[in-house]
């Protein structure tokens, strides 16, 4: 039978229910050969030779593909239609010609579907081709440019920059995005300004909402009402007029459904819908694709096969109607210089059937899928037809002048289905308006705005909003105006938002860095290596990612240079087109890069972070109110503050240190600032910043005090909020809570590095809440205590007690038991812990059900044949005679020595084991030896 090697058991199976009996179907588990993480993996002296070494995981599918090459010596390799699937097959290919599987008469074949449906399979099955060396060539190139980048700078990043853990050619650039929005946001120096709007009236009673466009016969511009005077001024005008439309003009509007999804677009709208990451996102995807229910995940395209447009038409006509189906399908052109060798858009497989019809049980797949099906369907309808109308109100004396906008639906047409999610909330003239007609009179409405402003202000501010209030808006801007029917509104310019995995992505896309395969991995790393924090799904830069971009941006400009990243992925790309040598490019690249590692190699830490220094210094000591030096330290007065590093990243320290200790985080002092709180006697407390966040300190440091005690503030303090009487509460801590009633220790609460706890001796226990280290009595606290070491088997180093005993294993004795741990019920025999089958309660495994867990849990660790507890048995039965103690080593182990012609040797001697006599001549297989 022809050999099917696709990279996944999941798309495996589904192929194999297409195909049949008369083929054998395997899964390659995704990359079967990787290069080695050790120095000569690619070798550019050797015109860039890379050294490819099969992973332990994958030896075992290579030989199961290698054996069912035995019986049939056809071999078709069916994975996945872009880059990275042209190069496992590649990979599959030469790992077998090197086992020899692959022999002269072995007919090997590469196929390619972008959806896993039959009629899509048996289509492939009828046009094999051969492997694309183009789109190989263009995988290695890419391959070695990331290994020689991160294998060459991470190092470098190593001894310069102590906390810094790698460096990536794509990786590196998208943090300095990320990094360079947040300085953006931090330099940002937000305007005040204000809006005017009056709600009005038509003589039918319907009221509308207009705002003010002209004042004292000048057309106003955003920022033209400067100030709270002004615009007092301004409400005044409106106020003190009669009002008459001038106006009204109703214009038609069409808006068109957006493109069908590729894998960025897919990416953004599934965290702007679902606030899943790119990494969720790709997941359910890949998932939904194997099973068949949607085309090829990973591509730039968004061309539609027509037999999908065709199917797209007609599912539309038979749930909405011939009026949501255009009289000529759409046709979407790929903006995309070279669409990831996988040109179709991601679409359902089946255009009849809604997430519903699948019955989906994934939470993920469900919920993507929908998404796609929607947004399939929508690109092949009708427009929406709208009429916006635009009504111009103003005072006989030209004076005033006010604008109202909405828009109605006439047609909903794809809108009926689903709309495009924004990244950014917009403020939209979508309101629909009354009936209103020019030249009559508009009267200031009977219910004012104000009340609407306040209701909805109050309602925040009932949610925890603490800006909201009387007087303020929702968003904490002052609401003014002599009545009720005129406001004027304070805004303030904002600053670029931070960006989202989404709008990142989309901004990645825009620039021509990375590729559809490449975005959620690198969201992932720069998460992973603690760069960047995801909060309410925005991505903040930490401390070393701000460090390593930098020290990128001060000594490796060139490759972390947006245009530059971009123009070597066209390069790439025009590799996998055929257009380019790659060995050249690499050798081109190499060139460059190596002689810039070489030139920083030479650096001393202490000078790059004086280079960091002065490159931060707006950011780091930006002016202060009073005019002092912004580098002068603010505890003692006499230092100067510089940028330092350690594990945890970047920090400003005085350089008095060790006399002074002041330190703060590089991205400020949290907004609360170093302060004195109080004094305790002759003691200053004060609130101080540092690296790892604010803290309180009781007194300075001295020569014989060189570290005062401090203690850090917990979670949920907002350092602003600290007084004197709290910092007192923090600094008094451990408490003791009282006398353990068993052994009269004391019990002690506190907050450690994990949060807040009860301690009794060695045994902590973590507490839920911060307050109840404070609260805690001693009957709590014993029960706290008491469930931690029932958890813990009765505290450190003693035995738990068995949820059920069933006795002695039957073969080599030794109790075995079901005992409760960190990951669930288990059986345990000896040195052998087997999880218990899921849905399996302990109360109802039976010895032979145990003995069979234990003996499979033995035989995959390679000890089915291991007879430690035969030994132990025996040992019982015939104790062997204690040879004299000779050595220290030997009285540790406390084993049953043997005579003296018959020293104790390896791992037997250490576990204690009972030895055979001299004339055996064997070591004991209690050791677990062989």
Known sequence: MPVVVVE??????????????????????????????????VDPDHEFEMTWEVGADSKKHVKAIADALKDDQQLILATDPDREGEAISWHLREALTKRKSIKADTDVRRVTFNAITKSAVAEAMRNPREIDAPLVEAYLARRALDYLVGFNLSPVLWRKLPGARSAGRVQSVCLRLIVERE???????????????????????????????????????????ENETQAEMAVQAVGSRDLRVTSVEAKPANRNPSAPFMTSTLQQEASRKFGMGAKQCMSAAQRLYEAGHITYMRTDGIDMAQEAVDAARDAIRARYGDDYVPSSPRIYKNKAKNAQEAHECIRPTDMAADAAALRLTDADQKKLYDLIWKRTLACQMEAARLERTTVEIASPDGQVGLRATGQVVLFDGFIRVYEEGRDEPQDDDDKRLPQIAE???????????????????????????????????????????????VLALQHHTQPPPRYTEATLVKKMEELGIGRPSTYASVLSTIQDREYVRKDKNRLIPEDKGRIVTHFLLNFFKRYVEYDFTAALEEELDDVSAGERDYKELLSKFWRDFSAAIAETSELRIAEVLDVLDDALAPQLYPPREDGSDPRVCPLCGEGNLHLKTSRSGGFVGCSRYPECRYTRPIGGDDGAGDRVLGYDGEDEISLRSGRFGPYVQRGEATEEQPKPPRASLPKGWPAEDMDLEKALTLLSLPREVGRHPEDGEPIEAGIGRYGPYVKHNRLYANLKEVDEVFEIGINRAVDVLAEKAAKRGGGRGAAAKPLKELGEHPEHGGPVNVLDGRYGPYVKWDKVNATLPKGTEPADVTLDMAVALVDEKAAKKGGAKKKAPASKTAAKKAPAKKAPAKTTAAKKTGAAKSTAKAPARGAAAKTGAAKTSAKSGTRSKASGES
């Open 183 to 225: 300085m953006e946001i931090e330099a940002f120096d937000p305007r005040e300004y204000w809006s005017v709007r009056a709600l009005l009236a038509t003589p039918r009673g319907k009221e509308f909402e207009a705002r003010l466009t002209t004042l004292a016969g000048k057309k106003l511009d955003k920022y033209d009402l």
């Open 439 to 485: 030249g009559e009179p508009a009267a200031f409405a009977a219910t004012g705005l104000r009340a609407e402003f306040e209701k909805a202000a109050e309602k925040d501010a009932a949610a925890g909003a603490a800006t909201a209030g009387a007087g303020r808006d929702r968003n904490g801007h002052a609401v003014i105006g002599g009545g009720d029917a």
């Open 8 to 41: 996944s058991p999941a798309k495996a199976k589904t192929i194999n229910k297409y195909l049949g009996s008369d083929y054998t179907v395997l899964a390659s588990y995704g990359h079967v050969r990787d290069l080695p993480a050790k120095d000569g993996s």
